[in-house]
């Protein structure tokens, strides 16, 4: 069973900065990309930024200059340092690993984790 692990969320003023993080746990042979996506309340959900296995980033244009996606050393770790905070940033924030192969010949699937509020506010 492959779970995703976040943590890093909670309440921050505007401008102030969060960082959240994410653990990829179980049997992995390999994972595409790991990203993150938000969900506000009443909005549907979508991508924040990504980062592929050879290190290619990708970013919404509403977080551009402000959110970096980075991997830790361990394997299936990542990263997103959340900078300059506004309060349309409030949202549950989603871990996403695509592509994710337990064993060399195993079907490609998606993980999601659990979400983590991030709520900014005066």
């Known amino acids: 069973q492959v779970q995703l692990v976040e943590s890093g969320g909670g309440l921050v003023q505007p401008g102030g900065s969060l960082r959240l993080s994410c653990a990829a746990s179980?049997?992995?042979?390999?994972?595409?990309?790991m990203g993150w996506y938000r969900q506000a309340q009443g909005k549907q959900r979508e991508l924040v930024a990504s980062?592929?296995?050879?290190?290619?980033?990708n970013y919404a244009d509403f977080v551009k200059g402000r959110f970096t996606i980075s991997r830790a050393n361990a394997k299936y770790t990542v990263f997103l340092q959340m900078d300059s905070l506004k309060p349309e940033d409030t949202a549950v924030y989603y871990c996403?690993?695509?592509?994710?192969?337990?064993?060399?010949?195993?079907?490609?699937?998606?993980?999601w984790g659990q979400g983590t509020l991030v709520t900014v506010s005066s």
């Open positions: 996403n690993a695509d592509g994710l192969r337990r064993w060399w010949n195993d079907r490609a699937q998606e993980v």
């Open positions: 179980g049997t992995i042979h390999s994972i595409d990309a």
């Open positions: 980062i592929t296995s050879g290190g290619y980033t």
